[in-house]
């Protein structure tokens, strides 16, 4: 992984100088938008409150440094995999996971619209979601498993000989591939022996600004670091009017992409406010209370550019978030996979890549899951300074759906 000091999370804000109302996206034609069903919306729902428990569990584990993660691709990498698993190793993995008294039918078939719907929303946002499964040969995989996943997660399934020595470069083309170039590996050379079988996630945005950045009016200028000292960077700048929110406790800004389908929001704390803490205390129920807050607003935004790769292995969070079973070797249950048993999850593996400048955001991300074998209201003229650690958070709006989220202590280019 290559260290970066950025920070994370996900991109976004503004576009051209000279006042334009920013907060009310342009009339145009949107893709294939529909209400949401009922289960629909409970996935969402779960998935985005894994997903801000998931984020404060490495934020704990991360303090100082900058974190970004793609919630969305963690959960569906696992949700293929709870398809494998039985009993209360299942029943673990779906209280982890957030997914309460859904049933598995109506996960798998939720995610399998919602994965339609989100690449289909809006035609001028990239968005890619690709799922597979690699397993060895001499694993008795249940078709049921592979059936299951192939119809709902749309998984390319492939039995490949680990042993062979193009088998991890096999995998991670498939990556490199399904994230435009930007995550290139996901698995180790050589594959470790007692790995039996890799499930994957791979997610792709690239948005330009429905408005963009002028490039010309980017500056010089400094980001004030958590010690209280400065970092040159290079800020964006633009004035007008945006769905925006402050109150005593943050500034919150949302910017959108293409026909206005999906944005990145940027949460500023106030100054004096340490963004650990502000970020260890980020829920579900405060982020739908400010954004159900935000108005169009007139001011100006100063963003600065950056760029950050990411890369986590989950297995301690999620272990505390309530899966220890799925991970334990002696307990897991996976005969859902393998009638034999003796599987258990050894790995979930998670990498991010983001950049945000003048015209837009490209970002990317894969989860892998090894499995083996055991033997206050907004003020008319607001000045926002995004100079100093924030919060990003890249979402889909009509669904709701959070796509990445990420927390940013030091702008790196």
């Not at 494998?84 to 078939?109: K, P, V």
């Amino acid at each position: 992984m290559r260290k970066m000091n950025y920070a994370l999370g996900a991109l976004l804000l503004v576009i051209t100088l000279g006042c334009r109302d920013l907060g009310t996206p342009p009339d145009t034609q949107q893709g294939q938008s529909r209400p949401l069903l009922s289960t629909e919306q409970a996935l969402v729902a779960s998935d985005n409150a894994f997903g801000f428990k998931l984020f404060q569990s490495i934020n704990r584990d991360e303090t100082g440094k900058s974190v970004f993660i793609s919630p969305v691709s963690v959960s569906m990498a696992l949700g293929m995999t709870l398809n494998g698993a039985n009993g209360t190793t299942r029943d673990a993995m779906a209280q982890t996971l957030e997914f309460g008294g859904m049933s598995q039918y109506d996960i798998n078939s939720s995610y399998k619209s919602l994965i339609a719907l989100l690449m289909g929303l809006d035609p001028k946002v990239k968005f890619q979601i690709a799922n597979s499964i690699w397993y060895r040969p001499d694993l008795n995989v249940e078709q049921s498993f592979k059936d299951v996943n192939k119809e709902n997660f749309g998984a390319e399934i492939n039995s490949i000989d680990f042993s062979d020595p193009s088998a991890a470069k096999t995998i991670n083309g498939w990556v490199d591939r399904n994230t435009n170039g930007k995550i290139t590996e996901i698995v180790p050379d050589p594959i470790p022996r007692d790995l039996v079988m890799y499930l994957i996630n791979a997610i792709y945005f690239k948005g330009t600004w429905t408005y963009r950045f002028d490039s010309s009016q980017t500056r010089d200028d400094f980001f004030i670091l958590a010690d209280g000292s400065r970092k040159p960077c290079r800020m964006m700048s633009q004035g007008g009017k945006f769905s925006y929110y402050s109150d005593d406790q943050l500034q919150a800004i949302d910017m959108t992409y293409g026909d206005a389908g999906f944005s990145t929001t940027f949460l500023l704390p106030k100054v004096g406010t340490n963004i650990e803490t502000f970020a260890n205390q980020l829920t579900q129920q405060q982020w739908n209370t400010w954004i159900g807050r935000m108005d169009s607003t007139k001011g100006d935004i100063f963003l600065p550019k950056f760029k950050l790769e990411y890369k986590k292995k989950l297995n301690d969070m999620l272990t505390a978030m309530g899966m220890s079973i799925a991970f334990d070797p002696n307990t897991a249950d996976f005969r859902n996979i393998d009638r034999r048993g003796n599987l258990f999850i050894s790995e979930v593996m998670h990498k991010t890549f983001v950049q945000v400048d003048e015209e837009g955001t490209e970002a990317a991300a894969v989860t892998s899951v090894g499995i083996s074998r055991s033997s206050i209201g907004p003020s008319d003229n607001f000045i926002m300074r995004v100079d100093r650690p924030f919060i990003v958070v890249i979402r889909e709006h009509h669904s709701g759906t959070i796509l990445f989220i990420g927390k940013v202590v030091e702008p790196t280019l």
